[in-house]
């Protein structure tokens, strides 16, 4: 059965999509912990992000690293947080969160709550910032 993600990579599920290329999708965390926390997945569904091949982990990384530029460049912030962790998704992902504090990473349990429209409104602010 496919995950979730790829659900979405297939257009099964909506998403708030920021970039996109022909192995690797960024899109709004529906449950974020600060606005525009962004999730990087390879369009490959490999469970454990240790088990990608070298390629596809290392465009992954090349990926997630444009994004987290435009985010920063998006979403004002001191820096672009980076996390992997996620047992809930049997879908390798990188969490890519704008931090003000420490605490924005770190306190995964507390989430933001977003309207439709601000979530549309982040991801066309991301979205314009990625090359």
């Known amino acids: 059965m496919a995950s979730l993600f790829t659900k979405i990579v297939n257009g099964e599920i909506p998403a708030y999509k920021v970039a996109e290329d022909e192995n690797f999708l960024a899109f709004l965390d ?8 962004t999730l990087v997945i390879p369009k490959k569904e490999v469970d454990y992000l240790f088990d990608l091949d070298e390629e596809t982990y290392t465009g992954l990384n090349q990926f997630a690293r444009k994004v987290a530029t435009g985010l920063k460049e998006a979403i004002p912030c001191v820096k672009v947080g980076v996390m992997v962790l996620g047992l809930e998704v049997p879908h390798a992902h990188i969490h890519l969160v704008p931090m003000q504090s420490e605490r924005d990473l770190l306190n995964f349990s507390d989430k933001v709550e977003m309207s439709q429209e601000e979530f549309e409104n982040v991801r066309a602010k991301i979205a314009a910032k990625i090359e």
Request: aromatic share 0%.
């Open 30 to 37: 529906i449950s974020p912990t600060a606005k525009g926390h």
